[in-house]
């Protein structure tokens, strides 16, 4: 597919890089724009993976993924890419409290083994040399499928603070939550205040930060 075709269909459904013209859009074709997207060298395209998917959940476009997948090379850079971002996707659409299509949850779970560590990395490191942050991932995410209507952005982004705060409360004193905001917001630390934050609550966090403390987290509350 070339990349004006890419960027049109895109746009069509309602991820615009470029102003596109209106056509009706298949499965068939999503899926192979999908693949493009998978494999692009382009991480501005990478990043419409998930807004893709969510798009056309909210239409109701069904897409035969696990048919697509099983056409590709089983260790080639398309499918391999394509599963790292299906995961992807599938967890940063479960943040945003979105549908995916039919089906993604199982194909995830079905390669979500492969590759363990992912998710609680900052950035997708694809085959082929692209890496791509989940910090943009989310962004674009966030900026074209989640709720456009102000008072529901608020009560999002209210409710995300709520459950950070949540859960800091749970595995920090007030006094580790303190030095935690320091060190966010870049505020010095007093010489007593560094020792203890690199004696005690760094240790925490790099703990929270292990891939398998993270597997272990999930896979528990789960079930």
Avoid: W
Avoid at 37 to 61: H, N, Q, T
Avoid at 167 to 179: G, I, M, N, Y
Avoid at 199 to 210: G, N, S
Wanted: aromatic share 4%; net charge positive; glycine share 8%.
């Amino acid at each position: 597919m070339r990349r004006e075709e890419l960027l049109s269909t895109l746009g069509s459904l309602g991820y615009p890089l470029v102003s596109p013209a209106k056509k009706k859009v298949t499965g068939n074709q999503i899926l192979e724009i999908l693949g493009e997207l998978a494999v692009s060298k382009d991480s501005r395209l990478v990043e419409g993976f998930p807004v893709v998917l969510a798009i056309c959940a909210r239409r109701g476009l069904k897409l035969e993924i696990r048919n697509f997948l099983a056409k590709q090379a089983p260790r080639g850079r398309k499918r391999r890419n394509m599963e790292k971002l299906l995961l992807v996707a599938s967890t940063l659409l479960r943040e945003e409290k979105l549908e995916g299509p039919h089906g993604l949850d199982e194909i995830t779970e079905s390669v979500g083994h492969n590759y363990v560590d992912m998710l609680s990395a900052e950035v997708v490191r694809l085959a082929g040399g692209v890496v791509v942050s989940m910090e943009r991932l989310r962004n674009a995410l966030s900026r074209y499928v989640a709720p456009h209507d102000e008072g529901e952005k608020e009560k999002a982004r209210q409710r995300r603070s709520f459950l950070r705060e949540l859960h800091l409360t749970t595995l920090f004193s007030p006094k580790q939550k303190e030095l935690i905001s320091k060190k966010l917001k870049g505020e010095p630390l007093t010489k007593t205040e560094q020792e203890y934050y690199s004696r005690v609550v760094k240790k925490k966090l790099e703990a929270l930060a292990d891939g398998e403390v993270g597997k272990i987290a999930r896979t528990l509350t789960g079930r």
